[in-house]
């Protein structure tokens, strides 16, 4: 009997090394958004950088696995979906996890649909273009970082102070069409502001760039787009207000829910490195303006809470 219980020890715990070994050579698979300075940025030839390539390393240093960055392009149109494009990429094994994504009880809902077609990612075919993903189901991490908006003023109005919309009475607003910000300009206080906005269109015209100029006076844009602008631009004449609209998006992962340890481990390693500073830290380095994450973690109807304000 002590002899079959030796040898069944030994069985045991050379099955766990093995187990062990493949699990540490098994890649931690993390999708990110090719052009989405400061988070994540990659050029071929160049080294990729940003926000979320620093913490990607760290988690997967964490889980003792090496990390695979698959690298993707969201498209900026009406017919594009984070959600669908996120949930295709995960759905087909592209990856496990994809980073950077704002965590709302939109974005978080079943899929109205049972497939979907994958956003164009490093090293498709043509196959890969035409095919439609079957669906699952989305599962968030913990957030670690909160994506506010903010009022962004031009060199005419450097200094001015913001401590609510209404600050922006009088001055010539420039918006992008069909935004987040373009809702709450045009519906604050009953429409008191529409005379003074201008309308742009997304990835077409130059936001940022006339308000450099002086052509307009303040916009309301994600931090992190003004962040990506501060660093390309180090000699902008553009400012932050340090104004913050109240209903902002925290971001986390967001992977499958057929894979909870995953998530679970995630969310172990996303604790111990806030809790050493290091997640503030990778933000710092990435020239990001770094929030950490706030209540509610998963933020409800965006749109209701703009039209009650």
């Known amino acids: ?76 149109d009406e017919d594009s979906s984070p959600q669908l494009e996120a949930n295709a990429l995960l759905s087909d094994g592209r990856c496990s996890l994809v980073g950077g994504y704002a965590l709302t009880a939109d974005s978080l809902v079943g899929p109205g649909m049972k497939t979907a077609r994958l956003p164009d990612f490093a090293g498709a075919t043509r196959d890969d273009r035409r095919r439609r993903i079957a669906l699952g189901v989305l599962t968030p991490s913990k957030p670690y970082v909160y994506s506010p908006m903010t009022i962004v003023l031009g060199p005419k109005a450097r200094g001015r102070k913001i401590g609510d919309i209404g600050d922006l009475a009088g001055l010539r607003l420039a918006i992008e069409s069909g935004s987040l910000g373009d809702a709450i300009l045009m519906t604050f206080d009953k429409g008191r502001l529409i005379d003074g906005i201008t309308h742009f269109v997304p990835a077409r015209d130059d936001l940022l760039g006339t308000l450099d100029r002086g052509d307009y006076d303040a916009t309301l844009i994600d931090l992190g787009r003004f962040d990506a602008h501060r660093a390309a631009h180090p000699d902008t004449a553009i400012t932050a207000s340090g104004y913050y609209y109240p209903v902002g998006a925290n971001r986390g992962y ?40 706030r209540e509610p973690a998963i933020l409800g109807d965006v749109w209701s809470q703009i039209i009650q304000r």
């Not at 093995?18 to 160049?46: F, M, N």
């Not at 500073?277 to 929030?291: D, M, N, P, V």
């Open 254 to 293: 967001v992977g499958l829910s057929s894979d909870p340890a995953l998530i679970g481990a995630v969310n172990k390693a996303l604790s111990e490195l806030a809790a050493e500073g290091s997640i503030a830290e990778f933000g710092k380095l990435a020239g990001l303006t770094y929030l950490p994450p």
């Open 1 to 76: 009997m002590r002899g079959w219980l030796t040898a069944w020890s030994v069985v045991a715990i050379l099955t766990a090394a093995a187990t062990a070994a493949q699990a540490a050579d098994d890649p931690l698979k993390i999708c990110l958004d090719e052009d989405r300075p400061p988070l994540s940025v990659h050029h071929r030839g160049k080294p990729d950088t940003g926000f979320d390539v620093l913490l990607a390393q760290a988690i997967a240093d964490r889980l003792g696995r090496p990390l695979r960055i698959q690298w993707f392009e969201s498209k900026l």
